[in-house]
Structure formats: C-alpha cells, structure tokens
C-alpha cells in the first residue's frame, strides 16, 4: 500500500476485511449507487463548492454539472488506485462495489478501502462493468447524458495513467498500456478522439461541463475537452 500512496493521495488505499463491521466514518461504497440521497448529498457538497467558487448562489450552478463533476471524482478515486495496482503487481484487481468502503469527507481524494478479496486477480471489466457502470447509471438520473459520464470516465483513466507516469516514469510505458487496456473496452471505445500519431496527446469526445459552473457560464475548459481547440 505504501508504494500506491507514493504515487499521490488518488492512490492511496486502506484494507479491510468484509466480516469486520464498517465503523463510522467509514462507510460501505455500495451506498453512493443503492441509496440516491447518499449520491445527491454527494452532489450538493459538491455544487456548494462550485457555487462558493465563482462566489454565486447555489441555485445558479446547474445540478447535471455538479452531478457530472461528483461522478468524475469519485470514478478517478476508483480508477487510479485499481490501475496503480495493475501497474505495480501486473495482475488486476477485481473492485466491486460490495468490496470497498470509503469516508464521505469533502474533496476528490477521500479515504477508501478495499476488502482483501479484491486482489484476488480480475480484468480490467470488473472495473468497467462494475463498480464504475454502476456509478455511471446512478448518476444519469441526475440529468446527465451518458455520454458525458462515459467520457468523464475515459478522463479518469487517461488522467491516472498520466500521474503514474508521472511520478513513475520507469513505469510510464505500463501505465500506459493499461490505460490502453481500459480506453479499448467497449463501454469506452467511442469516448476518445483521434489525435495525430506521436503526439502524446489525449481528446475525449464529450465535455465534464465544468466550465458552466463559472459565473456566465465562461469557466476555463479542461486540457483534453472536446470544445478545447
């Protein structure tokens, strides 16, 4: 776990055991998908933020951006660490929902434990059709097309990948192909833009909307957005 922790806060990772009780603060991730107020008080935390930001009134930031912003990190927070562990050991883990827990505190980067049978070996679909479709399913139902939530999805990845890369750069070469791996599932095939070969650069289709939580809808764009020239 320390070597997951080194490569930056998204990767950090506690363990637990499923037959121990989860003990306040820790909760049971399954939650954010079963109970719709769990994922909506996520959402209002973050729309508060987003609102105090451009230092407008909450009503002005749309929900469907605040639900795809939440959606956006909590999918990184489980990507990363899940792609760390695939890098670092060559072998996937398999991290459904009823193996992981986490402490609703306010930010991307908020404690997170898996049970010790998601290391059991797995493929990078346990991740996709799992855990991350069924985030991606719970949070439509706020208004937000799939197709941006696929999208935030590919962001994640490309965006954990780049980070391992980062701070591992022997390792860069297998962060990428496990990016590679997720990018070519099918639930992500139509989510990247072709780039000119060589070039290192990463171009989603679609767009998190962030940049209309600004005041006028004028925020900055995100480096690999769709609407980014």
Not at 57 to 65: D, G, I, K
Not at 139 to 144: D, Q
């Given at each position: ?13 506690d363990t ?20 719709p ?5 996520r959402v ?7 609102a105090?930001?451009?230092?407008q ?9 605040a639900a ?6 909590l999918?990184?927070?489980l ?5 760390g ?5 060559g ?28 290391f059991?070996?797995?493929?990078p ?5 799992g ?7 719970a ?6 097309s799939?197709?941006v939530?696929?999208?935030n999805v590919?962001?994640?990845v490309?965006?954990?990948a780049?980070?391992?890369a ?8 297998e ?5 590679a791996?997720?990018?070519?599932h ?6 990247v ?14 767009c ?9 809808g004028?925020?900055?764009l ?8």
């Open positions: 776990m320390d070597q997951l922790a080194a490569l930056g806060p998204f990767f950090a990772l637990h055991h499923r037959d121990e009780p989860a003990r306040p603060p820790w909760q049971e991730l399954r939650t954010l998908v079963e109970d107020a769990v994922l909506r008080e209002d935390g973050v729309r508060g933020h987003l105090a930001a451009g230092g009134a909450v009503a002005v930031v749309e929900l469907r951006v795809s912003v939440t959606q956006l990190g999918t990184a927070r990507v990363s660490p899940t792609l562990v695939a890098v670092l050991s072998r996937w883990p398999r991290p459904a929902l009823d193996l992981a827990r986490w402490q609703p505190v306010p930010g991307g980067a908020f404690p997170l434990s898996f049970d010790a049978a998601a059991e070996p797995g493929t679909d346990d991740l996709l059709a855990p991350v479709r069924e985030l991606v399913l949070t439509a139902g706020l208004s937000v799939p197709k939530l696929w999208g590919a962001s994640a490309n965006g954990a780049t980070v391992l980062g701070a591992r750069p022997e390792l860069a070469a962060a990428r192909a496990a990016a791996l997720l990018l070519a099918p639930l992500l095939r139509d989510t833009a072709p780039v000119p070969p060589g070039t290192g650069r990463f171009r989603r289709r679609s998190c909307l962030i940049y209309r939580a600004a005041p006028g004028a925020g900055a995100c480096g690999d957005c769709v609407l980014s020239r």
